[in-house]
């Protein structure tokens, strides 16, 4: 959860009682990765999990209206869903029901790089 009290305490008011969700404190960067793998799939408003959700083949819901990652849109790793509930729900209900949907996003190539640019950066150095 995010530590800003005017997101936390809607959250909190909104989610605590439900039994499968878990609302935890921001975790360092290595265990938030290692928890998003486990994700079937990914609503966000964060860009930064816009670029990081494709490497891991992990189809992403983009909670807002735009997005300065519209990269991952023309691929189709993300879409953008807006903040109405009624097409949060939709959108969601088409990835939980839908494996050819699914499939479609989660094993489109990263937009964003195959995380091998330190590699190709270090042997033009060497070479």
Known sequence: MHLNPKVKQPVTHYLSDIE?????DPLGYPEFLWLMSKAFLILT???GIQEEAPSLNIPVLVMRDTTEREEAI??????????????????TALLLDSSTEYASM????NPFGDGEASKEILKILRD
């Open 20 to 24: 499968n969700v878990h609302l935890i």
């Open 106 to 109: 989660s094993s489109i190539e």
């Open 74 to 91: 023309l691929a189709g790793t993300a879409k953008l869903v807006g903040t109405r509930m009624e097409e949060i729900v939709k959108e």
């Open 45 to 47: 408003d964060s860009g």
